[in-house]
């Protein structure tokens, strides 16, 4: 779900809210979708690394079938383009290259070992402990596993693996179901960015509960479900 989606989603459902309300708690989910959006746009960036990585392999292999360095002028008069262009080309894959490479090792110390199972406990626990701490009430917190059979069976790393090669995130993911004020949401919302591992919310739903008396409302909550990258 997309910003612009997510936006639409949370106006139709919230309508019982203030309008600085709604507008304070969109602008939340967007910020917050966007910052992890950030943390995970080496997954992307990864194809564009494999592909960078096999053009400069692949220059490198036609530098020893030719028995020496290859001359740009050459290359250059061959494919009737510039020299200094291909340099700077040539320059700017190298330098792209070390970028990527230093992001997603940057990244991947931020998100939880999925070999390190007690890790992973500590963090759902964070995750419940955060959600439980605001006005929050966690329903059901369970792993997205790639086999649906697999649902009830405790994580190995094996199942988180295969989880996270079966989503366009290529981590875990985590199915979150909670009850939340307004105030609760937005607090643990704020409070994602400082567990101790990345868990990214890359999909939400959220509906509101309204408890009526005499046919009048007297009170209301929003049902949450969120998917989070870990």
Same mark, same amino acid.
């Given at each position: 779900? =997309?910003?612009?989606?997510?936006?639409? =989603?949370?106006?139709?459902?919230?309508?019982?809210?203030?309008? /600085?309300?709604?507008?304070?708690?969109?602008?939340?989910?967007?910020?917050?979708?966007?910052?992890?959006?950030?943390?995970?746009?080496?997954?992307?960036?990864?194809?564009?690394?494999?592909?960078?990585?096999?053009?400069?392999?692949?220059?490198?292999?036609?530098?020893?079938?030719?028995?020496?360095?290859?001359?740009?002028?050459?290359?250059?008069?061959?494919?009737?383009?510039?020299?200094?262009?291909?340099?700077? +080309?040539?320059?700017?894959?190298?330098?792209?290259?070390?970028?990527?490479?230093?992001?997603?090792?940057?990244? +991947?110390?931020?998100?939880?070992?999925? #070999? =390190?199972?007690?890790?992973?406990?500590?963090?759902?626990? +964070?995750?419940?402990?955060?959600?439980?701490?605001? #006005?929050?009430?966690? !329903?059901?917190? +369970?792993?997205?596993?790639? #086999?649906?059979?697999?649902?009830? &069976?405790?994580?190995?790393?094996?199942?988180?693996? /295969?989880?996270?090669?079966?989503?366009?995130?290529?981590?875990?993911?985590?199915?979150?179901?909670?009850?939340?004020?307004?105030?609760?949401?937005?607090?643990?919302?704020?409070?994602?960015?400082?567990?101790?591992?990345?868990?990214?919310?890359? *999909?939400? #739903?959220?509906? !509101?509960?309204?408890?009526?008396?005499?046919?009048?409302?007297? &009170?209301? *909550?929003?049902?949450?479900?969120?998917?989070?990258?870990?």
């Amino acid at each position: 779900m =997309n910003a612009k989606s997510l936006a639409a =989603n949370i106006s139709a459902r919230l309508k019982k809210f203030s309008a /600085a309300e709604i507008n304070q708690l969109i602008g939340a989910f967007c910020a917050v979708t966007a910052i992890f959006y950030g943390l995970l746009v080496w997954y992307p960036d990864h194809k564009k690394l494999g592909d960078l990585t096999y053009k400069q392999q692949k220059l490198d292999k036609r530098k020893k079938t030719s028995g020496g360095e290859i001359k740009l002028p050459d290359i250059a008069k061959a494919a009737g383009m510039d020299p200094q262009k291909i340099k700077e +080309e040539s320059e700017k894959v190298a330098a792209s290259i070390a970028h990527l490479e230093s992001e997603k090792t940057r990244l +991947e110390k931020r998100f939880v070992p999925l #070999d =390190n199972l007690d890790s992973l406990q500590s963090l759902k626990s +964070e995750i419940t402990r955060l959600a439980e701490t605001g #006005d929050m009430e966690v !329903v059901s917190l +369970e792993h997205i596993y790639k #086999d649906k059979d697999d649902r009830e &069976r405790p994580p190995t790393p094996e199942r988180l693996k /295969a989880a996270g090669e079966a989503n366009p995130y290529h981590r875990p993911l985590l199915k979150m179901k909670s009850r939340a004020s307004y105030r609760g949401l937005m607090q643990f919302l704020d409070g994602l960015s400082k567990l101790a591992f990345i868990a990214a919310p890359v *999909w939400v #739903d959220i509906g !509101v509960g309204i408890e009526k008396k005499d046919n009048r409302a007297v &009170r209301q *909550w929003l049902e949450v479900e969120i998917h989070l990258a870990v």
